[in-house]
């Protein structure tokens, strides 16, 4: 019986040869969160440093993570994150009083349309062309599932509504996003860790970027989200209602799902003591932290990589 190579030695050899032409498929999968995709912004910024970006045939991310696999695809990985410790750009991305004006408490537009294609660009180009494939994850309002938007992927338009739409938070963020006619809400809502929708493509190695630790537990719905949030769902998106009242149980699957690849699947969280990070958190020296954490926590999951 030949021996399945670790998920390190698969990255160690394509690393140190530039090919991925060795009959296994590499993916990441990156989880969200809000500001807590901080984490995982430390984490591919310490993939891009560690010369990591070729090593994976498709990138999955719901949210955050989405917005982060895009980073890593478009090269701009290291420069990019400089936008979590920018006071300006935070206070203007994540201002919950505009909620009590009607305004959205996430102004996701900004972020993707001014800051991402304009204050801190990213090279869309080199994510459309990228051999390695990109697969947002949005949550579709009408059905609660999880969808793939990579099939309405064709050009930069629809790249930055398909970010928009994966990134999408129900009121916080208004509205669907509309997406080749179909509405769409945070993909969190339907899988905050795109684990399930990567191993749907069958790889033979897998890597997970968290942005909880592994003791840290999802906090419970609080109140004023379950009855503002819930009704807004209910009414207008009850599909993604059903998916949403789901979220309780969601870590309970999710974790145990890459053991099924043995040694060729890692979950990388950041590492015990790591602060919680809220997923509205605009604090940039506790971002600032938690992004270095994230950094560190990858460079020493692969140090022998880089050896």
């Known amino acids: ?5 670790t998920l390190a030695e698969v990255i160690r050899a394509r690393r140190a040869t530039g090919s991925r032409a060795d009959g296994h498929r590499l993916v990441l999968a990156i989880e969200g969160g809000g500001s807590r995709g901080v984490y995982s912004s430390g984490m591919v910024k310490g993939l891009e440093e560690l010369g990591l970006a070729g090593v994976f045939d498709a990138v999955y991310g719901t949210s955050a993570g989405a917005v982060n696999g895009a980073w890593l695809l478009c090269g701009r990985a290291i420069p990019g994150m400089r936008s979590w410790t920018d006071r300006t750009i935070m206070n203007r991305v994540i201002d919950p009083r505009r909620l009590f004006r009607g305004g959205a408490a996430f102004d996701v537009h900004y972020l993707v349309h001014r800051v991402y294609d304009g204050l801190e660009p990213m090279d869309f180009p080199a994510i459309l062309n990228n051999s390695t494939t990109f697969h947002p994850i949005a949550t579709d309002a009408r059905t609660g599932n999880a969808i793939d938007l990579r099939p309405h992927i064709v050009d930069k338009p629809s790249l930055l509504l398909a970010l928009r739409a994966s990134a999408n938070l129900p009121i916080l963020a208004g509205g669907p996003v509309i997406l080749d006619g179909v509405p769409y809400f945070d993909g969190g809502i339907a899988e905050p860790v795109p684990i399930r929708t990567a191993l ?5 190695h897998l890597l997970v970027l968290r942005t909880r630790r592994a003791d840290e537990l999802r906090p419970p719905t609080s109140r004023s989200h379950r009855v503002i949030g819930g009704n807004y ?10 998916a949403w009242l789901a979220r309780e149980a969601q870590r309970e699957t999710e974790d145990p799902l890459p053991t099924e690849l043995g040694g060729a699947a890692v979950q990388l969280y950041p590492p015990a003591g790591a602060p919680e990070v809220g997923s509205s958190a605009r604090d940039t020296d506790l971002l600032a932290a938690a992004l270095e954490i994230g950094r560190r926590a990858v460079h020493t999951a692969f140090a022998s990589v880089d050896a």
């Open 1 to 5: 019986m030949t021996k399945i190579p």
């Open 200 to 204: 749907r493509s069958n790889p033979t």
């Open 233 to 242: 769902l209910r009414l207008r998106a009850p599909g993604a209602y059903r």
